[in-house]
């Protein structure tokens, strides 16, 4: 071998990448970063999706869920088997009269909503055309009682007669319905001893409506003889509210044979549960939505629009008994 052609071998060996082979290289590697870029930016938008859609989902179903839990107690009174009243005025503190002459009126709805209700709904503030509820009842547990809320002078309290002879004396109106803290004289009334000195439960008598406030926030206010209080929230995101009423009739047994959003003031005492819709939506807009979109519940078609027709929304549904109203129906 000529000893010149040892350094041009060399030189061969240790040569670099070409120009091409540089370029080809960083395309591939650009093609490989575009594709890991498009699958991230797929794979984030997908887990907004579902974190939206969870959103909506637990909106939904806990106000469904609230108002499952609370308005199935409407009308429980405790002892009371038949009670009195048709006055239908939710946002009254009068307890001597207005109060004690609606017990029989444990559900009562306000249908479609003003913006600025008028009365008997007056101390409302809700979203315009949406529905609400007034409910009355008494606490599920008696003055005295472990864990029970301690007598309160803010509060009105309802005692029940439990004694046959005083009961059937005393009809329509066996009980005592009263505010404040008030003693034996007033909160008299007998148990099943009958002996006149053992006196019956006495429970605070809770006056709630349910509504969807301006903000789309499902709330309740609570009715105190000193007027209405602040607002409770329950579940935020909730856009609407639409309630039919389940009507029962004197020989139904309590199951109900229609539905009505606007029961009369005769079918009022027959209503022995309700037909709940929310409609839930997420706080930001969703790619997969359409740009406008109808929800039919109830009575009301929901027709969105606006700046706010992308974010993503689920109707939820369900029936709700008023157990107590519904057992004294199926007694007669």
């Not at 797929?42 to 887990?47: E, I, L, T």
């Not at 907004?48 to 009174?77: H, K, N, P």
């Not at 007598?151 to 319905?177: D, H, I, R, W």
């Amino acid at each position: 071998m000529h000893p010149t052609q040892t350094p041009l071998r060399a030189l061969r060996r240790e040569r670099g990448v070409t120009l091409i082979e540089l370029m080809v290289a960083l395309v591939i590697g650009l093609l490989l970063v575009v594709a890991m870029s498009a699958i991230f930016v797929g794979s984030s938008s997908a887990r907004r999706e579902v974190e939206m859609s969870a959103d909506v989902i637990e909106s939904g179903r806990y106000g469904v869920d609230v108002l499952t839990r609370e308005l199935s107690q409407a009308g429980f009174y405790g002892t009371l088997v038949t009670p009195p009243g048709t006055t239908n005025n939710p946002c009254s503190t009068t307890v001597a009269t207005h109060w004690k002459e609606s017990l029989s009126l444990h559900a009562i709805g306000l249908n479609n909503a003003l913006a600025a209700p008028l009365a008997p709904w007056a101390c409302l503030s809700p979203k315009a055309g949406t529905d609400a509820i007034f409910i009355q009842r008494s606490s599920t547990c008696a003055v005295g009682e472990a864990d029970c809320e301690a007598e309160n002078a803010t509060n009105a309290y309802l005692q029940v007669s439990e004694c046959g002879e005083e009961y059937s004396t005393l009809m329509p109106n066996p009980f005592k319905l009263a505010a404040g803290l008030a003693g034996t004289a007033t909160f008299n009334m007998q148990t099943k001893a009958c002996d006149g000195a053992t006196y019956a439960q006495k429970r605070k008598l809770i006056r709630r409506i349910y509504y969807v406030s301006t903000d789309d926030v499902l709330s309740y206010i609570d009715i105190l003889p000193g007027g209405a209080q602040a607002p409770v929230q329950l579940a935020e995101n909730i856009e609407q509210m639409q309630i039919e009423y389940g009507i029962a009739t004197a020989d139904s047994a309590g199951t109900p044979v229609s539905f009505s959003p606007t029961p009369t003031a005769g079918e009022l005492p027959f209503v022995v549960g309700a037909r709940v819709w929310l409609l839930a939506r997420s706080t930001v807009a969703s790619r997969n939505t359409a740009a406008a979109v109808t929800f039919n519940m109830s009575d009301t078609e929901v027709e969105i629009t606006g700046a706010t027709t992308n974010l993503k929304r689920r109707v939820y549904t369900t029936y709700i008994p008023f157990v107590t109203p519904k057992s004294r129906r199926e007694a007669s």
